[in-house]
Protein backbone atom coordinates (compact mmCIF):
# COMPACT_ATOMS: atom_id res chain seq x y z
CA UNK A 1 0.00 0.00 0.00
CA UNK A 2 1.51 3.43 -0.43
CA UNK A 3 2.68 5.66 2.28
CA UNK A 4 0.22 8.87 0.90
CA UNK A 5 -3.13 8.52 -0.15
CA UNK A 6 -3.88 8.62 -4.23
CA UNK A 7 -5.49 12.63 -4.82
CA UNK A 8 -7.91 12.99 -7.50
CA UNK A 9 -8.05 16.25 -9.93
CA UNK A 10 -10.93 16.74 -11.26
CA UNK A 11 -10.88 19.70 -13.96
CA UNK A 12 -12.47 21.48 -16.84
CA UNK A 13 -12.22 24.28 -18.28
CA UNK A 14 -10.07 26.76 -15.75
CA UNK A 15 -6.76 25.79 -16.22
CA UNK A 16 -5.39 28.57 -14.66
CA UNK A 17 -6.92 27.34 -11.10
CA UNK A 18 -6.19 23.78 -12.00
CA UNK A 19 -2.92 24.49 -12.42
CA UNK A 20 -2.95 26.15 -8.55
CA UNK A 21 -4.76 22.92 -7.22
CA UNK A 22 -2.04 21.19 -8.98
CA UNK A 23 1.28 22.86 -8.12
CA UNK A 24 -0.86 22.26 -4.10
CA UNK A 25 -1.17 18.85 -5.37
CA UNK A 26 3.36 18.65 -6.11
CA UNK A 27 3.63 19.89 -2.63
CA UNK A 28 2.33 16.86 -1.26
CA UNK A 29 4.17 14.40 -4.03
CA UNK A 30 1.44 11.68 -4.02
CA UNK A 31 2.31 8.70 -5.41
CA UNK A 32 -0.86 7.74 -7.40
CA UNK A 33 -2.35 10.58 -9.70
CA UNK A 34 -5.55 10.38 -11.15
CA UNK A 35 -6.49 13.42 -13.28
CA UNK A 36 -10.12 13.64 -14.47
CA UNK A 37 -11.37 16.19 -17.56
CA UNK A 38 -14.14 16.82 -18.44
CA UNK A 39 -14.94 17.21 -22.50
CA UNK A 40 -15.97 20.73 -23.84
CA UNK A 41 -19.20 21.89 -24.32
CA UNK A 42 -20.71 22.94 -27.97
CA UNK A 43 -18.37 24.85 -29.76
CA UNK A 44 -21.36 26.73 -31.37
CA UNK A 45 -21.21 28.18 -27.80
CA UNK A 46 -18.77 27.45 -25.80
CA UNK A 47 -15.50 28.36 -28.46
CA UNK A 48 -13.06 28.32 -25.63
CA UNK A 49 -13.76 25.27 -23.96
CA UNK A 50 -11.85 22.81 -26.19
CA UNK A 51 -8.61 24.98 -25.76
CA UNK A 52 -9.47 25.16 -22.37
CA UNK A 53 -10.09 21.26 -21.30
CA UNK A 54 -6.67 20.45 -23.22
CA UNK A 55 -4.46 22.81 -21.50
CA UNK A 56 -6.10 21.00 -18.26
CA UNK A 57 -4.83 17.67 -19.50
CA UNK A 58 -1.76 19.01 -20.44
CA UNK A 59 -1.48 18.97 -16.20
CA UNK A 60 -0.51 15.66 -16.77
CA UNK A 61 2.90 15.74 -18.61
CA UNK A 62 3.64 18.30 -15.66
CA UNK A 63 4.55 15.39 -12.95
CA UNK A 64 8.16 15.46 -12.07
CA UNK A 65 8.28 13.19 -9.02
CA UNK A 66 7.72 9.65 -8.54
CA UNK A 67 4.07 9.34 -9.18
CA UNK A 68 1.67 6.69 -11.07
CA UNK A 69 -0.40 8.97 -13.33
CA UNK A 70 -3.82 7.82 -14.23
CA UNK A 71 -5.86 10.05 -16.61
CA UNK A 72 -9.71 9.88 -17.59
CA UNK A 73 -10.47 12.40 -20.50
CA UNK A 74 -14.26 13.14 -21.61
CA UNK A 75 -14.72 13.36 -25.15
CA UNK A 76 -18.22 15.09 -24.19
CA UNK A 77 -19.20 17.43 -21.56
CA UNK A 78 -20.84 15.49 -18.76
CA UNK A 79 -21.84 18.36 -16.52
CA UNK A 80 -20.51 18.62 -13.25
CA UNK A 81 -22.69 16.43 -11.53
CA UNK A 82 -22.31 13.77 -13.75
CA UNK A 83 -18.68 14.76 -14.79
CA UNK A 84 -17.91 14.50 -11.12
CA UNK A 85 -19.46 11.67 -9.96
CA UNK A 86 -18.40 9.35 -12.86
CA UNK A 87 -14.50 10.57 -12.43
CA UNK A 88 -14.89 9.86 -7.75
CA UNK A 89 -16.68 6.17 -9.55
CA UNK A 90 -13.26 5.88 -11.62
CA UNK A 91 -11.14 6.86 -9.44
CA UNK A 92 -12.35 4.41 -6.47
CA UNK A 93 -13.00 1.53 -8.90
CA UNK A 94 -8.97 1.67 -9.28
CA UNK A 95 -8.15 2.11 -5.55
CA UNK A 96 -8.71 -0.35 -2.99
Known amino acids: MPDKVPVLLV???RPHLSRRVFERIRTYRPERLYLAVDGPRDPATHP?????????RAL???VDWPCEVFTRYAVDNQGCGRGVSNAITWMFGQEP
Request: with cysteine; glycine share 0%.
Open 11 to 13: SFN
Open 48 to 56: KDAAATEQC
Open 60 to 62: AAD
